[in-house]
């Protein structure tokens, strides 16, 4: 999380718009921009998470002139716009237009990560788990195509894998960081952890991450 004045006033905005707002779970729903924005490691990022929903929950309180008066620049600015679900838009429509931006596309996809945490809900699955799974999917496979072969990019944090062949694939991977796992392996082993494929959606606070692609063991480009 980027720390600034300008952060400040984001957290400001966000507690005053969330302050009576709950979560599915019932927890204050502030909690989850505060969370998305301890992922962030720039200030437009930071103040992006924190503020992702104001105007989507509350532009009764809030407008994008508002937040322009409050000193957030353009960049913040173009993220929220692409941000905010607009109604009657269709959500996978929405999804496709924030790889646009490459701060609305890594905020969204940490957002549909803490949405799809079931330990948030008492081990109960959103209503749009599957829609959210998608929209992820989508999210993380073009920004991996945008970045050069081996380069990370901000929905991709990780490094070598290993396919293991078998009547039941196997990966083997390192800890940087977390991705759901969506491809036709149905098991992941990390470490002495062994995970099947229906339980990763849960593990939004990992520290695993599966890349889409990765190398086999002779060193062959395969995809999931």
Known sequence: MYYSQLVKTACSILFQAHRDDLDKGGYPYV??????????????????????????????????????RAGFPAPVLDALRLLTHA??????????????NPISCKVKCADLRH?????????????????????????EKTEEQKAPDGADCPVRRC????????????KTCNRNGYRLFSGAATRIRTGDLILTKDALYRLSYSSIQIPRSFRSAGGDREGT
């Open 31 to 68: 909690f989850h921009p505060f969370y998305l924005a301890t992922q962030m490691d720039d200030e437009a990022s930071t103040c992006a998470a924190l503020l992702h929903d104001v105007i989507e929950d509350h532009g009764d309180m809030y407008s994008f002139a508002d937040l322009e």
């Open 115 to 139: 949405n799809l945490d079931t330990r948030r809900t008492d081990g109960a699955a959103p209503a749009k788990r599957d829609t959210y799974l998608q929209a992820l999917a989508y999210l």
């Open 87 to 100: 109604e009657g838009v269709p959500y996978m429509d929405y999804v496709q237009a924030l790889v646009k």
């Open 159 to 170: 490094g070598f894998m290993r396919h293991t062949k078998g009547s039941e694939k196997e």
